[in-house]
């Protein structure tokens, strides 16, 4: 927590090393490797940069609120760095937001999200050496664990320090990774055929049935996919 007598803003050596700390930590797991892994991958990073250029360095939110904000929320410092997480400040929440349920909760979906990535790429790394369809682990639950997890990260994010420019990246960001998912699928029912529209059929894209969880689907090959 930034101390009362220190700068919340204009951090910009925080900006940078959060941004790298959480790019780099996301690329060890996604290990980009298509130009459309790329293409997911720097619009996931882009999501991060603007999340900390605002968190640390210049509250463009805040500035742009800052009218209505103190009209509804007299004697609030909007300028200072525990204001800035604004789903409690809004909600009269009295309570430390580094300690609050919304707090531990975007911590607890952003460790989530992560696992969730290094998760896929430990069973697709397999699928590849061994040239099958990547149906271990969470492959066994969705077809898109890693985008899932993506998404997953960036609204823990959201939860943690909305902002206007991330709260209309997330939906722009969502909608991509539908979209390249759709498009992946259908290059491996190019690719396989029947082999993958079985595995279609099995398995979800992005929310797991319940009722398979305790079950996995056939083994059968498959091209890289997110």
């Given at each position: 927590m930034t101390p009362d007598n220190a700068p919340a803003y204009g951090l910009w050596g925080l900006v940078v090393v959060n941004s790298l700390v959480f790019i780099i930590f996301a690329f060890s797991f996604a290990r980009p490797q298509t130009r459309r892994d790329w293409r997911s991958f720097s619009?996931?990073?882009?999501?991060l940069v603007a999340l900390f250029?605002?968190?640390y360095g210049f509250p463009l939110t805040i500035y742009l609120l800052l009218p209505w904000l103190t009209r509804h929320f007299p004697g609030?410092?909007?300028?200072?760095?525990?204001?800035?997480?604004?789903?409690?400040t809004v909600t009269?929440?009295?309570?430390?937001?580094?300690?609050?349920a919304l707090h531990i909760?975007?911590?607890?979906?952003?460790?989530?999200?992560?696992?969730?990535?290094?998760?896929?790429?430990?069973?697709?790394?397999?699928?590849?050496?061994?040239?099958?369809?990547?149906?271990?682990?969470?492959?066994?639950?969705v077809r898109h664990p890693q985008y899932v997890g993506f998404v997953i990260i960036m609204f823990g994010f959201l939860l943690q320090w909305p902002t206007i420019v991330t709260l209309i990246l997330f939906p722009i960001l969502v909608g991509m990774y539908v979209h390249l998912a759709r498009v992946e699928e259908h290059e491996s029912?190019?690719?396989?055929?029947?082999?993958?529209?079985r595995y279609v059929k099995e398995v979800p894209s992005?929310?797991?049935?319940?009722r398979h969880l305790s079950g996995s689907p056939d083994k059968v090959g498959r091209e890289r996919h997110g």
């Amino acid at each position: 927590m930034t101390p009362d007598n220190a700068p919340a803003y204009g951090l910009w050596g925080l900006v940078v090393v959060n941004s790298l700390v959480f790019i780099i930590f996301a690329f060890s797991f996604a290990r980009p490797q298509t130009r459309r892994d790329w293409r997911s991958f720097s619009a996931f990073s882009a999501f991060l940069v603007a999340l900390f250029t605002e968190m640390y360095g210049f509250p463009l939110t805040i500035y742009l609120l800052l009218p209505w904000l103190t009209r509804h929320f007299p004697g609030v410092d909007f300028l200072s760095h525990d204001a800035g997480h604004l789903f409690e400040t809004v909600t009269g929440i009295q309570v430390n937001p580094h300690f609050g349920a919304l707090h531990i909760a975007s911590d607890l979906l952003i460790v989530l999200g992560f696992m969730l990535l290094a998760s896929a790429w430990d069973g697709l790394y397999k699928a590849q050496r061994a040239h099958t369809l990547a149906t271990a682990g969470p492959y066994a639950k969705v077809r898109h664990p890693q985008y899932v997890g993506f998404v997953i990260i960036m609204f823990g994010f959201l939860l943690q320090w909305p902002t206007i420019v991330t709260l209309i990246l997330f939906p722009i960001l969502v909608g991509m990774y539908v979209h390249l998912a759709r498009v992946e699928e259908h290059e491996s029912i190019a690719a396989f055929g029947d082999t993958y529209r079985r595995y279609v059929k099995e398995v979800p894209s992005f929310f797991p049935r319940f009722r398979h969880l305790s079950g996995s689907p056939d083994k059968v090959g498959r091209e890289r996919h997110g």
